[in-house]
């Protein structure tokens, strides 16, 4: 199959169970589905309908940075290569095998052959193009590429070759991250910015190809007639995104039978999940958090007392119990879950214990307000989508109940808007991040905990564009990081990064709050597994008719 799908991190159960094409030119807004949001078959065509809250950014993978990109965009590309099924390590895909030839050099074997959904044949052109395409222009994932040098194609022998600028100990899962899918070279440069765009094309060698997209709607997707990977084995004729930004209505739709899958079973909706017949929820453990992210580049949160002063009047169980739900559990010191201290398990769970992790304590509030630059108090927003409201109204509850002369203003932003403040699009007159503090999550780029480190934390990331959402830097840390990548003994690794950690727990850039079982529902129709790398990993095709 294309994508095969992680089970679960460490053998975890699946238990009963949430969290975050190809087509013409012109495709947009035509050809709209008669599906109607049935399920099932139409007639002999199979049908699966899948609801989300959100449209993706586009259909190009330069900005597949997005939950909604999973569900949707992905299946109508391949990676050069795919994560295996415990999320360990990487299997073929393009790239029909690979080698690390020294510590900065790799090669892979381009499968022959392929096509792209237009029916043109795919060349080592287009391979190389679309990998310097994402690693040479300032894309949503660009942080990936930050350890290449350059690429080079040998169209003779197919084989792609990376050279890279230093070691980098995680690089062997980039090729395997959605970035690093193959585009048609000619179609991209014909369309320039409107490639991916709800007007214009999205072509590409993955299971499905898109038929039609009605903005705010719905958007559908049939199968690639020149799928070059076993196209007899896709049961699923035809998928429709149902486009349902509401949580609450989603979960009816659910309910109704109007949608055979959805994420995002949250803690308000998931009763009314749980009364849905004829279908099933499964929950895994997997890399989400939760987590309030402070502006560290700007007034009031430049200030680390100041950071300290609000994460102090934060109550986290509450948080975890309103917002995470039935499927989540309190986080301890370190923004990245649990599930994600595989290196030296022991070491990270007893640093993750007794860190500081900012419980509630009003009285550690106080003194760390007095100690502040602001004693005297000061004022700022928080921003947040629908989701995550209820969380930002308890929190400003908690600053008040703390009497201190801290006051917090909510700012909800639209699930559309989302994407341009996390990623700091959207800026104030300074050009910083628009947000003084952010309700947000992250899940990871794999089970390495530079998945989070790199991101959130590494002052590279601190970019327009970069998943750095509190805008932290710390030298200190950053030449940890660093070496880390340089080293392949992993308790070397292991050792470096806890320290670099220890840093950033002080320094207070984020408040953790909760990490959360991945859990979806699906259909009892269908037959489908998935587990903690679905956000790179998610694939129709691995959907089954019982």
């Not at 050279?163 to 991250?177: F, S």
């Not at 999205?202 to 039609?212: A, H, K, Q, R």
């Not at 999940?273 to 502006?295: G, H, P, Q, R, V």
């Not at 805008?471 to 030449?479: I, K, Q, R, V, W």
Request: aromatic share 12%.
């Amino acid at each position: 199959m294309k994508k095969r799908l992680v089970k679960t991190l460490m053998a975890a159960a699946l238990a009963v169970s949430l969290i975050t094409g190809c087509s013409s030119s012109g495709a947009g807004n035509q050809g709209q589905s008669s599906s109607g949001g049935s399920s099932g078959s139409d007639g002999d065509e199979v049908v699966f309908t899948i609801g989300f809250g959100t449209e993706p950014p586009s259909m190009d993978p330069k900005d597949f940075n997005t939950s909604a990109c999973t569900l949707i965009s992905y299946d109508c590309y391949d990676t050069l290569l795919n994560f295996s099924m415990d999320g360990l390590d990487v299997e073929p895909c393009l790239a029909e095998s690979w080698e690390q030839v020294d510590d900065t050099t790799y090669t892979y074997k381009i499968r022959e052959g392929v096509k792209f959904s237009d029916g043109n044949d795919m060349t080592m052109d287009d391979v190389l193009y679309s990998m310097e395409r994402v690693t040479n222009e300032a894309y949503s994932m660009s942080y990936l590429f930050n350890s290449v040098d350059y690429w080079e194609a040998d169209p003779d022998t197919w084989t792609l070759t990376v050279h890279l600028k230093q070691p980098d100990a995680t690089w062997k899962y980039v090729p395997a991250t959605s970035p690093c899918t193959v585009v048609e070279k000619a179609v991209v440069e014909a369309e320039g910015d409107n490639y991916g765009q709800i007007n214009g094309s999205c072509v590409g060698t993955g299971p499905y190809m898109l038929e039609s997209w009605d903005s705010g709607s719905e958007i559908v997707t049939v199968k690639n007639p020149y799928y070059w990977n076993d196209p007899d084995s896709l049961d699923v004729d035809k998928v429709v995104y149902e486009v349902i930004a509401d949580d609450t209505s989603r979960a009816l739709a659910a309910q109704s039978g109007q949608i055979d899958y959805t994420r995002g079973l949250t803690s308000a909706t998931l009763p009314t999940y749980e009364s849905c017949k004829n279908m099933t929820i499964t929950n895994y453990d997997a890399t989400t958090t939760s987590f309030l992210a402070f502006n560290t580049a700007r007034a009031p949160f430049d200030d680390v007392n100041a950071r300290k002063a609000v994460a102090y009047c934060i109550d986290k169980s509450a948080l975890t119990s309103l917002i995470g739900g039935k499927y989540s559990k309190e986080q301890g010191a370190f923004i990245l879950p649990r599930s994600m201290f595989l290196l030296d398990e022991d070491a990270w769970n007893e640093a993750n214990d007794t860190l500081e992790s900012y419980q509630q304590d009003y009285t550690k509030a106080a003194e760390a307000l007095a100690a502040s630059n602001s004693p005297d108090g000061f004022e700022f927003n928080m921003y947040t989508t629908p989701t995550y409201k209820a969380g930002c109204e308890a929190i400003q509850s908690m600053i008040k109940e703390s009497g201190l002369p801290i006051t917090m203003n909510i700012v909800e932003i639209q699930n559309s808007d989302s994407f341009s403040i996390r990623y700091g699009y959207t800026t104030d007159e300074n050009g910083y991040r628009v947000y003084d503090m952010l309700y947000t999550g992250w899940v990871s780029d794999w089970l390495d905990p530079t998945g989070y480190m790199r991101n959130m934390l590494w002052g590279g990331s601190n970019y327009q564009g970069g998943a750095n959402y509190a805008a932290y830097t710390n030298e200190e840390f950053d030449s940890l990081l660093d070496q880390s990548y340089l080293e392949t003994d992993d308790q070397v690794r292991s050792d470096l990064m806890l320290q670099a950690m220890k840093i950033a727990v002080d320094d207070c850039p984020y408040v953790t709050l909760y990490e959360t079982n991945d859990t979806y529902i699906i259909n009892d129709r269908f037959d489908y597994e998935e587990g903690p790398n679905f956000f790179w990993n998610f694939s129709v095709a691995n959907v089954h008719l019982k």
